[in-house]
RNA sequence: GCGGGUGUGGUGAAAUUGGUAGACACGCUAGACUUAGGAUCUAGUGCUGCGAGGCUUGGGGGUUCGAGUCCCUCCACCCGCACCA
């Protein structure tokens, strides 16, 4: 009976099936674990390899669980709205629903092939009208929110509006704007208009201004995605930078409590350091300029260092700050605009990224040093950003890198405040020292220096102490059809959320079907085009749709309770399930999505619509898998010839990959022979053509299929059938074969690297599959796919399976009495087994199941006391081979994953006694074995009458002698 | 540029708390069985040296009886940087 494994991982998918055995409950006595994968964008290229890396691992895990005894709650859904199928959209004139439909499909084909154990009924799509039905209803609970700094919680807007009426807004600052000051008798004459626009700089789900890139010849805004080198991808058009209105989420007022509650999450330090930096919470101080010759207007700027303020020898302000055009001197209004215009074209990123090319534009206007009253210019420069702090910085060159930079390059006098710190070529950073050439600050150490600053500035009523944070509030708009449109109506030019308006209508606020995807007039989303549906009977509706982090930001809480139609969730099911316990995703989330879900968890526990204040309690980084390409080098025929003739009808000629690393090398023999064989070709395309002659050899890459590759080597018959232009084509070989270039590359369908799992499942089987996925290394490494080791952990799987059957005879397990040997085995693996689940090790688990099957087959073991509860152990990786051998060999007839995972007994996984290294001064000379209990005296005196120690020890005394119970000894002479 | 990660044989990797570097596999070499082998089994396989031995965890330096592991420094590659999801 050999293993056949599609026969049995079909039959037993389909007994899953039948018997509902992965349908949740939420109502049980078992305590609860919630192991969560991030879900995919289902992209129109298919699952690939690298998608499931993490499945399989979660997969492990909750099986593991529920063989622990726990209520498992192991879900899976589609992430279904996005740009891709927008894109696809336009390109095609599919709707975005219909191969939306068609991806997710195929996704759960393939989610289903590696065998998975999810609940499908709890299955949740983010662009299911029942699904954004409560996406919408959970930004109208932002909208319909603000943020209480003194109780530091979201409260409803009508408590704020409560509170106005009664002491205007002194005692709650406006979020938006610190100088907004009125008091109950001035917001009771504001408009209703007023009123709005007041209440809408309070909002956690709020309008303002932002800046996108924009297409004028494409019409449309385009994502960062989209812009590249400066241009758009589609048709290499102009883009520029341009202000629009956009929602925004006020993530920023909850900053200190997203940064500290990660202390309480189970995270990896890597993931809580990049959500501190993103956040990137800096003390310091807000200090005013006054600006010469406008009596009303001042810079405000903030610095983390108003200990250098004396070293202020200039201002800096982002280019698009609102102020630069009202203080540009005339003569310099040329030369501003100019530069303005050269911003513009350029990138967040590369204005950070720039630093060797220093520059910017002096405005002609001066500020007054508060302090020494002296002049200091105001420049503009693309290194300071209109969003971060106050779009204004104070420069200070001897004690900041890049205004350093910058003063060198513009040759801006230095003021040194560092004394001997400072040497003129490079700025001091470091915060110790003491100051000089600084007023009243000079001799005061720097580490005291920020504390004493602040407080003269306070005194002088320039400034404040603040706190930054480098995190802006959330862009939440997107000028795009495929995503959740707003509940929101315009009436009179006043955004109100559906449920405010008398007959506003019900959520959800459905996306209705389009039949073209262009963009509206004035950069507005394609929604703008559809009359009917942005007039309704009052106003005018939001054209704008969600981005794609809003169905995502809560799906968790969805799978909960999928189907309810009533509530987002019920509180009975938040609360028994409550947060994740397990959540394992890629890094590439980590401030995206993951601080995006922290928001949405927080606002709705404020909101008191769930207990618990964060989402996911640990996580688990799985790395990427990187597609492999393969490359093939064709022949690009650099020709003298007196006349022109039609290269068409020459041979293509493919060359391996070594012959190409010959010519690099310019080795001769090797150009000479493939110039031959050009030459050749051309003699028999062109027989009367004597005066067509190579030149030189050029060549260009281009990326290969890697099916049609076997490690390195090309399969030329496969290659010849890919596409009829190579139907003909010819190859300059190596060793008789073609050898590919080969690159590790993002997996991608137009590099032709994606791998999909169909086609190992079909040739290895998903038991196989999923056990080599985990086999490649540890969970949280990126690396390459490779497929050549694969054939190892299905040579294991088959040895495994020889354990129980025999090809001849069928099973041959008996029920003789284990030995000690063999229950040592056992023992040893389930401890191993368990322990490196508990830890996500499963590479090493795998090792330890080929250890026990390489050992029990020496011992040539074929009992029931052994093998049954190895099938048990080994359920979480290989779910298909354990079910059959639970059910067909030891005929049980319940699944094997209702059992109880094996417990091992600590009888047979201690040794008493050790096989000791013995080093002489750290270098291993011997091996020796003792008791583990033996008293250190005993061992010294056995080793040191060593014959081998003696020969090492030469005769020298011994300085020190070093005994670690357990591991090792060591003499030191 | 900033932030985070990774780097160990020909290849994927292991070494859980500073304690025998290379477990387990792939590949390769030799052999057995076989009509056949892309099945199975046996032996070998970091580099170097006839050998005793020496060398070896990206490079350089340090701490320690002992460093892949800790510290400093440099290099390479990967991920993120706010409209890809």
């Not at 084909?109 to 949740?124: A, M, S, T």
């Not at 060198?408 to 230095?414: G, Q, S, V």
Request: with cysteine; aromatic share 12%; charged share 25%.
């Amino acid at each position: 009976m050999e293993y056949a494994f599609s026969t049995i991982e079909n039959k037993w998918k389909q007994y899953w099936k039948n018997n509902n055995t992965y349908r949740v409950s939420n109502d049980s006595s078992k305590p609860k674990y919630y192991i969560l994968d991030m879900f995919p964008y289902p992209s129109g290229a298919g699952l690939h390899v690298g998608h499931p890396l993490g499945y399989i691992a979660s997969d492990i895990y909750a099986r593991y669980k529920r063989m622990k005894g726990f209520n498992v709650l192991h879900p899976m859904g589609f992430d279904a709205f996005g740009l891709p199928a927008e894109q696809y959209a336009l390109e095609t004139g599919q709707h975005p629903a219909v191969t939306t439909e068609k991806n997710i499909a195929r996704y759960k084909e393939q989610l289903d092939n590696i065998g998975f154990c999810y609940d499908w009924e709890r299955e949740v799509r983010t662009s299911d009208a029942g699904y954004y039905k409560w996406t919408q209803w959970i930004f109208l609970q932002l909208f319909h929110s603000w943020y209480d700094r003194k109780q530091q919680k979201a409260r409803n807007i009508k408590e704020l509006i409560a509170i106005f009426e009664k002491e205007g807004n002194n005692n709650n600052p406006c979020p938006d704007d610190d100088k907004l000051c009125f008091d109950a008798k001035a917001w009771a004459a504001m408009s209703e208009k007023e009123k709005r626009d007041t209440l809408m700089k309070y909002r956690l789900a709020f309008q303002g201004y932002a800046e996108v890139w924009w297409c004028e010849a494409l019409g449309t805004v385009l994502a960062n995605d989209e812009v590249v080198n400066g241009v758009s991808e589609r048709g290499s058009h102009p883009v520029i930078r341009k202000q629009m209105r956009q929602w925004f989420l006020r993530i920023t007022e909850y900053a200190d409590r997203l940064l500290t509650s990660l202390d309480k999450l189970e995270w990896s330090d890597a993931m809580k350091e990049m959500q501190r930096n993103w956040i990137g919470k800096s003390n310091g101080a807000e200090i005013r300029f006054d600006i010469q010759g406008f009596a009303d207007k001042h810079i405000t700027v903030f610095t983390t260092r108003p200990d250098t303020i004396f070293g202020a020898d200039f201002m800096v302000m982002a280019p698009e700050h609102e102020l630069v055009d009202t203080i540009t001197t005339a003569e310099q209004k040329e030369a501003i605009a100019e530069y303005k215009k050269y911003v513009q074209s350029r990138s967040e990123r590369e204005r950070m990224a720039e630093v060797k090319q220093v520059t910017g534009c002096f405005t002609g206007a001066y500020v007054t040093h508060p302090f020494t009253r002296k002049q200091v210019p105001i420049w503009i420069s693309e290194y300071v950003l209109a969003g971060y702090g106050t779009g204004a910085i104070m420069a200070v060159p001897s004690g900041d890198d890049r205004d350093h930079a910058f003063a060198k390059h513009f040759e801006i006098p230095i003021t040194n405040i560092f004394g001997s710190n400072y040497h003129g070529d490079f700025a001091y950073t470091e915060k110790s020292g003491t100051l000089e050439n600084s007023g009243f600050l000079n001799g005061i150490d720097l580490s005291k220096a920020i504390d004493v600053a602040i407080r003269a500035i306070v005194d002088a009523g320039i400034g404040k102490a603040k706190v930054n944070y480098k995190m802006r509030d959330a862009g939440f708009s997107r000028q795009r059809y495929w995503g959740e449109p707003f509940p929101i109506v315009y009436v009179n030019g006043i955004p109100y959320a559906t449920d405010e308006i008398e007959n506003g209508g019900e959520l959800p606020v459905e996306l209705p079907m389009v039949e073209n995807y262009k963009p509206g007039p004035e950069g507005e989303g394609p929604l703008a085009n559809v009359t009917e549906w942005v007039n309704p009977d009052k106003g005018t509706r939001e054209t704008n749709t969600m981005p794609g982090y809003a169905g995502s930001s809560w799906y968790f809480l969805r799978y909960m309770d999928p189907k309810n139609d009533t509530e987002f969730a019920s509180k009975n099911a938040t609360d028994y399930w409550r947060e994740v316990d397990l959540y394992i995703g890629g890094t590439e989330h980590a401030v995206g999505h993951l601080l995006y879900s922290r928001l949405w968890t927080k606002a709705l526990y404020d909101l008191g619509h769930i207990s618990f204040e964060e989402p996911f309690k640990k996580l688990v980084n799985q790395g990427m898998i990187q597609g492999s390409s393969r490359f093939v080098y064709r022949n690009l025929y650099s020709v003298v010839s007196k006349e022109d003739f039609d290269q068409g009808s020459l041979p293509l000629f493919y060359l391996s990959k070594g012959i190409i690393d010959l010519i690099e090398k310019n080795d001769e023999a090797t150009i000479i022979d493939v110039k031959a064989k050009l030459n050749t070709a051309i003699k028999i395309a062109f027989p009367n053509r004597d005066d067509i002659q190579v030149l030189d050899i050029k060549y260009n890459s281009s990326n290969v299929d890697v099916s049609l590759v076997n490690g390195l080597e090309l399969d030329i018959e496969a290659f010849k059938k890919w596409r009829p232009e190579y139907a003909d084509a010819e190859f300059i070989l190596e060793d008789g074969k073609y050898i590919c270039g080969a690159e590790v590359e993002k997996m991608s369908k137009s590099k032709y690297n994606v791998v999909n799992p169909d086609d190992i499942v079909s040739d290895f089987g998903a038991d196989t599959f999923r056990m080599y996925e985990m086999f490649l290394g540890p969970i949280d490494v990126s690396k390459p796919w490779e497929q050549k080791g694969i054939e190892g952990v299905h040579r294991f799987i088959k040895k495994m399976w020889r354990l129980y059957a025999n090809e001849q005879t069928g099973w041959i397990v008996t029920d003789e009495a284990a030995t000690d040997a063999e229950l040592k085995v056992l023992h040893k693996t389930i401890k191993k087994i368990g322990e490196d689940i508990e830890r996500f090790s499963f590479n090493t688990a795998v090792s330890q199941f080929m250890i026990c099957v390489n050992e029990l087959t020496s011992l040539n073991c074929h009992k029931r006391a052994i093998l049954e509860p190895l099938a048990v152990l080994i359920t979480p990786f290989a779910p298909h081979l354990a079910e059959e051998l639970w059910q067909n060999c030891f005929g049980n007839i319940t699944t094997v994953l209702d059992t109880q995972f094996p417990a091992y007994d600590v009888k047979y996984t201690t040794d008493n006694s050790k096989m000791y290294p013995v080093a002489v001064n750290g270098k291993t000379r011997a091996e020796m074995e003792f008791a583990l209990d033996m008293e250190q005296a005993a061992i010294e005196a056995a080793v040191l009458a060593d014959e081998t120690i003696q020969k090492w020890m030469e005769g020298k005394p011994v300085k020190k002698f070093i005994y670690v119970k357990g591991k090792m000894i060591n003499v030191v002479i």
